[in-house]
Protein backbone atom coordinates (compact mmCIF):
# COMPACT_ATOMS: atom_id res chain seq x y z
CA UNK A 1 0.00 0.00 0.00
CA UNK A 2 0.97 3.46 0.00
CA UNK A 3 2.52 5.48 2.55
CA UNK A 4 0.18 8.87 1.36
CA UNK A 5 1.97 10.99 3.80
CA UNK A 6 5.41 10.45 1.78
CA UNK A 7 3.78 10.84 -1.59
CA UNK A 8 1.89 13.72 -1.34
CA UNK A 9 4.84 15.55 -0.44
CA UNK A 10 6.69 13.53 -3.17
CA UNK A 11 4.14 14.50 -5.50
CA UNK A 12 3.47 17.89 -4.66
CA UNK A 13 7.21 17.98 -5.06
CA UNK A 14 7.47 16.86 -8.39
CA UNK A 15 4.65 19.15 -9.97
CA UNK A 16 6.17 22.21 -8.08
CA UNK A 17 9.57 21.07 -9.89
CA UNK A 18 7.84 19.83 -13.53
CA UNK A 19 5.44 23.15 -13.71
CA UNK A 20 7.97 25.73 -12.39
CA UNK A 21 6.70 29.26 -12.67
CA UNK A 22 4.64 28.48 -15.53
CA UNK A 23 0.44 27.82 -15.97
CA UNK A 24 -0.90 24.27 -16.13
CA UNK A 25 -4.55 23.06 -16.80
CA UNK A 26 -5.78 20.10 -15.86
CA UNK A 27 -9.44 17.96 -16.68
CA UNK A 28 -11.38 17.48 -13.23
CA UNK A 29 -14.27 14.56 -14.32
CA UNK A 30 -15.52 14.82 -10.81
CA UNK A 31 -14.25 11.21 -9.93
CA UNK A 32 -11.71 10.58 -7.47
CA UNK A 33 -8.60 10.11 -10.02
CA UNK A 34 -8.59 13.61 -11.28
CA UNK A 35 -9.73 15.40 -8.14
CA UNK A 36 -7.22 14.31 -6.37
CA UNK A 37 -4.64 15.00 -9.09
CA UNK A 38 -6.14 18.22 -8.69
CA UNK A 39 -5.89 18.82 -5.36
CA UNK A 40 -2.16 17.64 -5.28
CA UNK A 41 -1.20 20.11 -8.40
CA UNK A 42 -3.32 22.85 -6.57
CA UNK A 43 -1.39 22.37 -3.77
CA UNK A 44 1.65 22.38 -5.60
CA UNK A 45 1.43 25.63 -7.80
CA UNK A 46 -2.43 27.03 -6.36
CA UNK A 47 -3.56 29.39 -8.80
CA UNK A 48 -1.30 29.22 -11.48
CA UNK A 49 -3.57 25.52 -12.09
CA UNK A 50 -6.64 25.93 -14.26
CA UNK A 51 -8.79 23.04 -13.08
CA UNK A 52 -11.24 22.49 -15.97
CA UNK A 53 -15.19 21.26 -15.39
CA UNK A 54 -17.24 20.02 -18.30
CA UNK A 55 -20.62 19.22 -17.80
CA UNK A 56 -21.12 16.31 -21.49
CA UNK A 57 -24.67 15.71 -20.31
CA UNK A 58 -23.05 12.21 -19.15
CA UNK A 59 -22.79 13.16 -15.52
CA UNK A 60 -24.22 11.72 -12.74
CA UNK A 61 -27.38 13.17 -11.35
CA UNK A 62 -26.48 16.33 -9.25
CA UNK A 63 -22.62 15.79 -9.85
CA UNK A 64 -22.13 19.15 -11.42
CA UNK A 65 -23.65 21.16 -8.62
CA UNK A 66 -21.54 19.12 -6.26
CA UNK A 67 -18.17 19.89 -8.42
CA UNK A 68 -18.46 23.89 -7.86
CA UNK A 69 -19.07 22.74 -4.39
CA UNK A 70 -16.06 20.38 -3.36
CA UNK A 71 -14.15 22.78 -5.64
CA UNK A 72 -15.08 26.49 -4.45
CA UNK A 73 -11.44 26.50 -2.55
CA UNK A 74 -9.81 26.86 -6.13
CA UNK A 75 -11.02 30.16 -7.27
CA UNK A 76 -9.70 29.71 -10.65
CA UNK A 77 -12.18 26.65 -11.26
CA UNK A 78 -13.87 27.14 -15.06
CA UNK A 79 -17.15 25.09 -15.33
CA UNK A 80 -18.24 24.30 -19.26
CA UNK A 81 -21.46 23.99 -20.03
CA UNK A 82 -21.25 21.67 -22.92
CA UNK A 83 -24.31 19.18 -22.76
CA UNK A 84 -26.10 20.40 -26.23
CA UNK A 85 -23.03 20.07 -28.18
CA UNK A 86 -21.97 16.41 -26.62
CA UNK A 87 -25.25 14.62 -27.28
CA UNK A 88 -25.60 16.20 -30.61
CA UNK A 89 -21.95 15.28 -31.58
CA UNK A 90 -23.29 11.00 -30.06
CA UNK A 91 -26.25 11.32 -32.34
CA UNK A 92 -26.76 8.29 -34.59
CA UNK A 93 -23.46 7.13 -33.41
CA UNK A 94 -23.96 3.00 -32.01
CA UNK A 95 -20.97 1.35 -31.51
CA UNK A 96 -18.65 1.13 -28.16
CA UNK A 97 -15.03 2.00 -29.57
CA UNK A 98 -16.62 4.86 -31.85
CA UNK A 99 -18.87 6.60 -28.73
CA UNK A 100 -15.74 6.67 -26.77
CA UNK A 101 -13.71 8.41 -29.93
CA UNK A 102 -16.74 10.88 -30.53
CA UNK A 103 -16.64 12.12 -26.45
CA UNK A 104 -13.17 11.84 -26.25
CA UNK A 105 -12.50 14.29 -29.23
CA UNK A 106 -15.60 16.48 -28.31
CA UNK A 107 -13.97 16.86 -25.38
CA UNK A 108 -10.66 17.97 -26.80
CA UNK A 109 -12.07 20.15 -28.53
CA UNK A 110 -13.55 22.02 -25.44
CA UNK A 111 -10.84 21.58 -23.71
CA UNK A 112 -8.20 23.08 -26.62
CA UNK A 113 -10.49 25.95 -26.39
CA UNK A 114 -9.98 26.44 -22.31
CA UNK A 115 -6.20 25.74 -22.71
CA UNK A 116 -5.38 28.25 -25.48
CA UNK A 117 -7.57 30.99 -23.70
CA UNK A 118 -5.44 30.37 -20.09
CA UNK A 119 -2.33 30.39 -22.05
CA UNK A 120 -1.39 26.85 -20.24
CA UNK A 121 2.08 25.28 -20.97
CA UNK A 122 1.57 22.16 -18.85
CA UNK A 123 -1.12 19.53 -18.99
CA UNK A 124 -2.03 17.52 -15.77
CA UNK A 125 -3.68 14.18 -16.02
CA UNK A 126 -5.47 12.10 -13.21
CA UNK A 127 -4.28 8.80 -15.01
CA UNK A 128 -3.57 5.72 -12.88
CA UNK A 129 -2.07 2.16 -13.32
CA UNK A 130 -4.70 0.37 -14.39
CA UNK A 131 -6.14 2.81 -17.56
CA UNK A 132 -2.29 2.18 -18.91
CA UNK A 133 -2.88 -1.43 -18.74
CA UNK A 134 -6.03 -1.67 -20.12
CA UNK A 135 -5.01 0.98 -22.72
CA UNK A 136 -1.45 -0.96 -23.49
CA UNK A 137 -3.64 -4.39 -23.68
CA UNK A 138 -6.06 -3.22 -26.16
CA UNK A 139 -9.14 -3.96 -23.25
CA UNK A 140 -10.41 -0.33 -23.69
CA UNK A 141 -9.86 2.82 -24.69
CA UNK A 142 -9.02 5.43 -21.98
CA UNK A 143 -10.02 9.53 -23.06
CA UNK A 144 -7.60 10.49 -20.48
CA UNK A 145 -4.76 8.32 -21.95
CA UNK A 146 -3.16 10.22 -25.10
CA UNK A 147 -5.66 12.20 -27.19
CA UNK A 148 -5.00 15.53 -26.02
CA UNK A 149 -1.16 16.47 -26.45
CA UNK A 150 -1.63 15.65 -30.17
CA UNK A 151 -3.72 18.50 -30.69
CA UNK A 152 -2.44 21.12 -27.92
CA UNK A 153 1.68 21.36 -27.77
CA UNK A 154 1.98 21.22 -24.42
CA UNK A 155 5.43 21.68 -23.13
CA UNK A 156 4.84 18.75 -20.37
CA UNK A 157 2.32 16.22 -19.17
CA UNK A 158 2.71 15.65 -15.14
CA UNK A 159 0.54 11.81 -14.03
CA UNK A 160 1.20 12.71 -10.21
CA UNK A 161 -0.90 9.45 -9.62
CA UNK A 162 0.07 7.28 -12.47
CA UNK A 163 1.79 4.30 -10.36
CA UNK A 164 -1.45 3.91 -8.21
CA UNK A 165 -3.98 1.85 -7.95
CA UNK A 166 -7.82 2.57 -7.35
CA UNK A 167 -7.66 1.87 -3.68
CA UNK A 168 -4.41 3.96 -3.40
CA UNK A 169 -6.01 6.68 -4.72
CA UNK A 170 -8.62 6.99 -2.47
CA UNK A 171 -6.28 6.71 0.49
CA UNK A 172 -4.35 9.70 -1.01
CA UNK A 173 -7.70 11.49 -1.06
CA UNK A 174 -8.44 10.57 2.31
CA UNK A 175 -5.01 12.29 3.40
CA UNK A 176 -5.40 15.29 1.36
CA UNK A 177 -8.77 16.17 3.30
CA UNK A 178 -10.81 15.69 0.54
CA UNK A 179 -14.35 15.69 1.59
CA UNK A 180 -15.77 12.19 2.07
CA UNK A 181 -18.16 12.64 -0.72
CA UNK A 182 -14.87 12.40 -2.93
CA UNK A 183 -12.83 9.99 -1.33
CA UNK A 184 -15.58 7.37 -1.05
CA UNK A 185 -17.43 8.03 -4.07
CA UNK A 186 -17.37 4.75 -6.47
CA UNK A 187 -15.52 5.00 -9.65
CA UNK A 188 -17.07 6.63 -12.82
CA UNK A 189 -15.74 6.00 -16.15
CA UNK A 190 -14.31 8.87 -17.93
CA UNK A 191 -16.94 8.74 -21.02
CA UNK A 192 -19.93 8.94 -18.03
CA UNK A 193 -23.06 7.62 -18.69
CA UNK A 194 -22.67 6.95 -22.28
CA UNK A 195 -21.05 3.79 -21.40
CA UNK A 196 -23.98 2.72 -19.65
CA UNK A 197 -26.33 3.29 -22.40
CA UNK A 198 -25.64 0.19 -24.92
CA UNK A 199 -26.05 1.68 -28.39
CA UNK A 200 -26.85 4.70 -29.46
CA UNK A 201 -26.90 7.41 -26.60
CA UNK A 202 -30.20 10.02 -26.32
CA UNK A 203 -31.70 12.67 -24.68
CA UNK A 204 -34.03 10.64 -23.66
CA UNK A 205 -31.57 6.93 -22.76
CA UNK A 206 -29.67 9.70 -21.03
CA UNK A 207 -32.38 11.32 -18.41
CA UNK A 208 -33.15 7.18 -17.71
CA UNK A 209 -30.24 5.77 -17.00
CA UNK A 210 -29.32 9.03 -14.62
CA UNK A 211 -32.40 8.72 -12.47
CA UNK A 212 -31.87 4.90 -12.42
CA UNK A 213 -28.39 5.18 -11.18
CA UNK A 214 -29.01 7.63 -8.68
CA UNK A 215 -32.08 5.12 -6.75
CA UNK A 216 -29.30 2.20 -7.36
CA UNK A 217 -26.72 4.09 -5.76
CA UNK A 218 -28.97 5.30 -3.02
CA UNK A 219 -30.75 1.88 -2.24
CA UNK A 220 -27.58 -0.26 -2.28
CA UNK A 221 -25.31 2.54 0.30
CA UNK A 222 -26.14 0.03 2.80
CA UNK A 223 -24.50 -2.79 0.79
CA UNK A 224 -20.95 -0.50 0.83
CA UNK A 225 -20.37 -1.92 -3.07
CA UNK A 226 -17.29 -1.15 -4.43
CA UNK A 227 -19.21 0.26 -7.94
CA UNK A 228 -22.97 -0.04 -8.04
CA UNK A 229 -24.87 1.42 -11.21
CA UNK A 230 -27.56 1.22 -13.90
CA UNK A 231 -27.72 0.23 -17.49
CA UNK A 232 -29.77 1.11 -20.38
CA UNK A 233 -29.60 -1.95 -22.09
CA UNK A 234 -31.92 -2.40 -24.93
CA UNK A 235 -36.20 -2.42 -24.88
CA UNK A 236 -38.54 -5.16 -24.23
CA UNK A 237 -42.56 -5.35 -23.63
CA UNK A 238 -44.52 -4.25 -20.68
CA UNK A 239 -47.81 -3.45 -19.46
CA UNK A 240 -48.82 -0.33 -17.50
CA UNK A 241 -52.00 0.64 -16.40
CA UNK A 242 -53.85 -1.46 -19.10
CA UNK A 243 -51.62 -0.26 -21.36
CA UNK A 244 -48.42 -1.62 -23.59
CA UNK A 245 -45.49 -0.55 -23.74
CA UNK A 246 -42.58 -0.76 -25.63
CA UNK A 247 -40.11 0.25 -22.94
CA UNK A 248 -36.48 0.55 -21.88
CA UNK A 249 -35.08 -2.66 -20.22
CA UNK A 250 -32.54 -1.57 -17.52
CA UNK A 251 -30.10 -3.75 -15.88
CA UNK A 252 -28.51 -3.28 -12.01
CA UNK A 253 -25.19 -3.96 -11.75
CA UNK A 254 -23.38 -3.82 -8.00
CA UNK A 255 -19.86 -5.23 -7.50
CA UNK A 256 -17.60 -5.86 -4.88
CA UNK A 257 -13.48 -5.71 -5.82
CA UNK A 258 -10.10 -4.12 -4.80
CA UNK A 259 -8.65 -2.89 -7.49
CA UNK A 260 -11.30 -3.11 -10.33
CA UNK A 261 -9.14 -5.25 -11.87
CA UNK A 262 -11.88 -8.67 -10.71
CA UNK A 263 -15.46 -8.18 -9.80
CA UNK A 264 -17.75 -10.06 -7.99
CA UNK A 265 -21.26 -9.68 -8.15
CA UNK A 266 -23.27 -8.42 -5.35
CA UNK A 267 -25.73 -10.80 -3.67
CA UNK A 268 -28.36 -8.97 -3.03
CA UNK A 269 -31.86 -9.99 -0.66
CA UNK A 270 -35.15 -9.86 -3.19
CA UNK A 271 -36.38 -7.02 -1.25
CA UNK A 272 -33.88 -4.27 -1.86
CA UNK A 273 -34.01 -6.04 -5.56
CA UNK A 274 -38.00 -5.43 -6.08
CA UNK A 275 -37.81 -1.48 -4.45
CA UNK A 276 -35.42 -0.92 -6.66
CA UNK A 277 -37.01 -2.55 -9.50
CA UNK A 278 -40.49 -0.37 -8.07
CA UNK A 279 -38.71 2.82 -7.79
CA UNK A 280 -37.27 3.03 -11.29
CA UNK A 281 -40.29 1.75 -13.23
CA UNK A 282 -42.70 3.74 -11.64
CA UNK A 283 -40.75 7.12 -11.61
CA UNK A 284 -40.01 6.32 -15.20
CA UNK A 285 -43.00 5.55 -17.65
CA UNK A 286 -40.79 4.91 -20.67
CA UNK A 287 -39.00 1.84 -18.48
CA UNK A 288 -40.93 -1.38 -18.79
CA UNK A 289 -38.61 -3.92 -16.74
CA UNK A 290 -35.32 -4.01 -14.54
CA UNK A 291 -33.00 -6.95 -14.40
CA UNK A 292 -30.01 -7.60 -12.01
CA UNK A 293 -26.74 -8.79 -13.76
CA UNK A 294 -25.22 -11.51 -11.89
CA UNK A 295 -22.07 -11.77 -13.89
CA UNK A 296 -18.65 -11.60 -12.36
CA UNK A 297 -15.35 -10.26 -13.76
CA UNK A 298 -14.15 -11.80 -15.70
CA UNK A 299 -16.08 -12.63 -18.28
CA UNK A 300 -18.04 -9.32 -18.11
CA UNK A 301 -16.47 -6.11 -17.46
CA UNK A 302 -17.71 -3.96 -14.77
CA UNK A 303 -19.02 -1.31 -17.54
CA UNK A 304 -21.39 -2.28 -20.07
CA UNK A 305 -19.50 -0.46 -22.95
CA UNK B 1 17.00 -9.72 -0.36
CA UNK B 2 14.84 -12.61 -2.44
CA UNK B 3 14.54 -10.89 -6.07
CA UNK B 4 12.03 -12.49 -8.47
CA UNK B 5 11.11 -10.53 -11.55
CA UNK B 6 8.06 -10.61 -13.56
CA UNK B 7 8.12 -11.03 -17.32
CA UNK B 8 5.34 -9.14 -19.02
CA UNK B 9 3.39 -11.51 -21.56
CA UNK B 10 0.84 -8.50 -21.95
CA UNK B 11 -1.83 -9.73 -19.41
CA UNK B 12 -4.33 -7.28 -17.84
CA UNK B 13 -2.95 -8.47 -14.52
CA UNK B 14 0.46 -8.54 -14.99
CA UNK B 15 0.94 -5.28 -12.65
CA UNK B 16 -0.96 -7.24 -10.38
CA UNK B 17 1.61 -9.70 -9.80
CA UNK B 18 4.16 -7.42 -9.79
CA UNK B 19 2.15 -5.79 -7.00
CA UNK B 20 1.69 -8.96 -4.60
CA UNK B 21 5.60 -9.43 -4.56
CA UNK B 22 6.24 -5.80 -3.79
CA UNK B 23 3.69 -5.65 -0.85
CA UNK B 24 5.15 -9.05 0.39
CA UNK B 25 8.37 -7.22 0.39
CA UNK B 26 9.98 -8.76 -2.32
CA UNK B 27 12.80 -7.21 -4.62
CA UNK B 28 10.65 -7.17 -8.02
CA UNK B 29 10.50 -5.40 -11.28
CA UNK B 30 8.44 -5.84 -14.52
CA UNK B 31 10.39 -6.47 -17.53
CA UNK B 32 9.67 -6.93 -20.95
CA UNK B 33 9.35 -10.51 -22.58
CA UNK B 34 11.43 -9.79 -25.34
CA UNK B 35 14.78 -9.07 -22.34
CA UNK B 36 17.86 -10.93 -23.60
CA UNK B 37 18.17 -13.91 -21.27
CA UNK B 38 21.59 -12.81 -20.55
CA UNK B 39 20.40 -9.65 -18.93
CA UNK B 40 18.46 -11.51 -16.78
CA UNK B 41 19.61 -11.01 -12.80
CA UNK B 42 16.88 -12.75 -10.53
CA UNK B 43 16.62 -15.59 -7.85
CA UNK B 44 13.34 -16.54 -9.72
CA UNK B 45 11.01 -15.27 -12.19
CA UNK B 46 7.17 -15.45 -13.04
CA UNK B 47 5.96 -15.42 -16.32
CA UNK B 48 2.69 -13.29 -16.35
CA UNK B 49 -0.33 -14.51 -18.51
CA UNK B 50 -1.04 -12.85 -21.72
CA UNK B 51 -3.84 -13.00 -24.57
CA UNK B 52 -1.92 -15.00 -27.31
CA UNK B 53 0.80 -17.05 -27.89
CA UNK B 54 2.44 -15.91 -30.50
CA UNK B 55 3.22 -12.88 -28.53
CA UNK B 56 5.67 -14.90 -25.70
CA UNK B 57 9.06 -13.14 -27.16
CA UNK B 58 12.17 -14.78 -25.02
CA UNK B 59 9.83 -17.12 -22.78
CA UNK B 60 10.95 -20.65 -23.99
CA UNK B 61 14.94 -19.46 -23.09
CA UNK B 62 14.03 -18.12 -19.66
CA UNK B 63 13.14 -21.58 -18.40
CA UNK B 64 16.98 -22.65 -19.70
CA UNK B 65 18.46 -19.77 -16.88
CA UNK B 66 18.39 -22.05 -14.26
CA UNK B 67 16.24 -20.38 -11.76
CA UNK B 68 12.93 -21.58 -10.52
CA UNK B 69 10.17 -20.09 -12.82
CA UNK B 70 6.09 -19.68 -12.31
CA UNK B 71 4.25 -19.89 -14.72
CA UNK B 72 0.58 -18.17 -14.67
CA UNK B 73 -2.22 -18.66 -16.99
CA UNK B 74 -0.60 -18.58 -20.41
CA UNK B 75 3.06 -18.78 -18.42
CA UNK B 76 1.54 -22.12 -17.59
CA UNK B 77 0.77 -22.63 -21.50
CA UNK B 78 3.87 -21.58 -22.33
CA UNK B 79 5.87 -24.06 -20.00
CA UNK B 80 3.69 -26.97 -21.72
CA UNK B 81 4.05 -25.38 -25.62
CA UNK B 82 7.80 -24.80 -25.94
CA UNK B 83 8.71 -28.28 -23.78
CA UNK B 84 6.94 -31.35 -24.96
CA UNK B 85 3.37 -31.06 -23.56
CA UNK B 86 -0.07 -30.09 -25.19
CA UNK B 87 -2.21 -27.02 -25.30
CA UNK B 88 -5.47 -26.72 -26.64
CA UNK B 89 -9.22 -25.30 -26.59
CA UNK B 90 -10.77 -25.62 -23.18
CA UNK B 91 -14.47 -27.65 -23.76
CA UNK B 92 -15.98 -24.71 -21.04
CA UNK B 93 -14.16 -21.29 -20.33
CA UNK B 94 -12.74 -21.10 -17.23
CA UNK B 95 -13.91 -17.72 -15.95
CA UNK B 96 -14.07 -15.82 -12.64
CA UNK B 97 -15.15 -18.50 -9.18
CA UNK B 98 -13.54 -22.20 -9.74
CA UNK B 99 -12.75 -24.69 -7.20
CA UNK B 100 -9.23 -26.39 -7.50
CA UNK B 101 -9.10 -29.58 -6.14
CA UNK B 102 -4.94 -30.18 -5.09
CA UNK B 103 -4.38 -33.08 -5.93
CA UNK B 104 -0.66 -33.47 -4.72
CA UNK B 105 -0.59 -32.59 -0.89
CA UNK B 106 3.48 -32.58 -1.26
CA UNK B 107 3.71 -30.25 -3.84
CA UNK B 108 6.07 -26.93 -2.87
CA UNK B 109 3.92 -24.51 -4.59
CA UNK B 110 0.49 -25.31 -4.15
CA UNK B 111 0.40 -28.36 -1.11
CA UNK B 112 0.12 -26.44 1.47
CA UNK B 113 -3.43 -25.03 0.36
CA UNK B 114 -5.14 -28.67 -0.13
CA UNK B 115 -7.61 -30.42 -0.34
CA UNK B 116 -9.17 -27.77 -1.84
CA UNK B 117 -8.63 -23.93 -2.76
CA UNK B 118 -11.08 -20.95 -4.29
CA UNK B 119 -9.36 -19.24 -6.90
CA UNK B 120 -10.32 -17.08 -9.64
CA UNK B 121 -9.87 -17.60 -13.31
CA UNK B 122 -9.99 -16.36 -17.01
CA UNK B 123 -8.68 -18.54 -19.76
CA UNK B 124 -10.34 -20.32 -23.17
CA UNK B 125 -7.11 -22.44 -23.71
CA UNK B 126 -5.84 -24.89 -21.54
CA UNK B 127 -2.74 -27.69 -20.85
CA UNK B 128 -4.26 -30.84 -22.25
CA UNK B 129 -0.90 -32.88 -21.61
CA UNK B 130 1.80 -31.84 -18.97
CA UNK B 131 5.69 -32.15 -20.34
CA UNK B 132 7.32 -34.83 -19.26
CA UNK B 133 9.06 -34.62 -15.87
CA UNK B 134 5.70 -32.65 -14.60
CA UNK B 135 3.25 -33.64 -12.39
CA UNK B 136 -0.43 -32.26 -12.42
CA UNK B 137 -0.40 -31.00 -8.86
CA UNK B 138 -4.39 -29.19 -8.94
CA UNK B 139 -7.51 -30.09 -11.03
CA UNK B 140 -11.37 -28.77 -11.45
CA UNK B 141 -14.70 -29.82 -12.76
CA UNK B 142 -13.82 -26.95 -15.62
CA UNK B 143 -10.46 -27.59 -16.05
CA UNK B 144 -8.32 -30.99 -16.15
CA UNK B 145 -4.81 -29.46 -15.42
CA UNK B 146 -5.25 -26.57 -12.93
CA UNK B 147 -1.41 -26.79 -11.64
CA UNK B 148 1.63 -28.48 -12.66
CA UNK B 149 5.24 -28.83 -11.03
CA UNK B 150 8.44 -29.86 -12.33
CA UNK B 151 10.12 -29.88 -8.87
CA UNK B 152 13.64 -31.13 -9.95
CA UNK B 153 13.88 -28.45 -12.56
CA UNK B 154 11.79 -26.30 -10.21
CA UNK B 155 9.39 -25.24 -12.80
CA UNK B 156 5.74 -24.30 -11.82
CA UNK B 157 2.14 -23.98 -13.37
CA UNK B 158 -1.15 -22.46 -12.43
CA UNK B 159 -3.56 -22.20 -14.17
CA UNK B 160 -5.21 -19.05 -12.41
CA UNK B 161 -4.39 -16.05 -10.90
CA UNK B 162 -3.26 -15.89 -7.60
CA UNK B 163 -2.36 -12.39 -7.58
CA UNK B 164 -6.10 -11.14 -8.15
CA UNK B 165 -7.77 -10.40 -4.85
CA UNK B 166 -10.33 -12.33 -5.32
CA UNK B 167 -8.37 -15.52 -5.08
CA UNK B 168 -8.54 -16.66 -1.48
CA UNK B 169 -5.06 -17.90 -1.27
CA UNK B 170 -3.07 -16.20 -3.24
CA UNK B 171 -0.36 -15.16 -1.04
CA UNK B 172 0.11 -18.58 0.28
CA UNK B 173 1.21 -19.61 -3.29
CA UNK B 174 3.88 -16.54 -3.91
CA UNK B 175 4.60 -17.12 -0.52
CA UNK B 176 5.44 -20.47 -1.35
CA UNK B 177 7.21 -19.92 -4.37
CA UNK B 178 9.30 -17.10 -2.38
CA UNK B 179 10.45 -20.08 -0.04
CA UNK B 180 11.20 -21.92 -3.71
CA UNK B 181 13.50 -19.28 -4.99
CA UNK B 182 15.58 -18.71 -1.61
Known amino acids: MVETGKFIEEAVAEIRDEVGDEHAIIALSGGVDSSVAAALAYKAIGDQLTPVYVDTGLMRKGETAQIRETFAYMSSLEVVEAEDRFLDALSGVTDPEEKRAVIGEQFIREFEREAKETDADYLVQGTIYPDRIESEGGIKSHHNVGGLPDVVDFEGIVEPVRDLYKDEVRDVARALGLEDIVAERMPFPGPGLAVRVVGEVTREKAQVVREACHVVEEELEEYDPWQAFAAVVGKGTGVKGDNRVHGWIVAVRSVESRDGMTARAQELDWETLQRIQSRITGQNENVARVVYDVTHKPPATIEYE | ?182
Open chain 2, 1 to 182: MTKILVVDNHGQFTHLEHRALRDMGIETDLIDNDTPPEDIDADGLVLSGGPSMDDIGNCAEYLELDVPVLGICLGMQVMAHVLDGEVGGGEYGGYADVTVEITEEDDPLIGSLAPETRVWASHADEVKQVPSGFERTGTSDVCGIEAMSDTDRDLYGVQWHPEVAHTAEGEEVFENFRSVCE
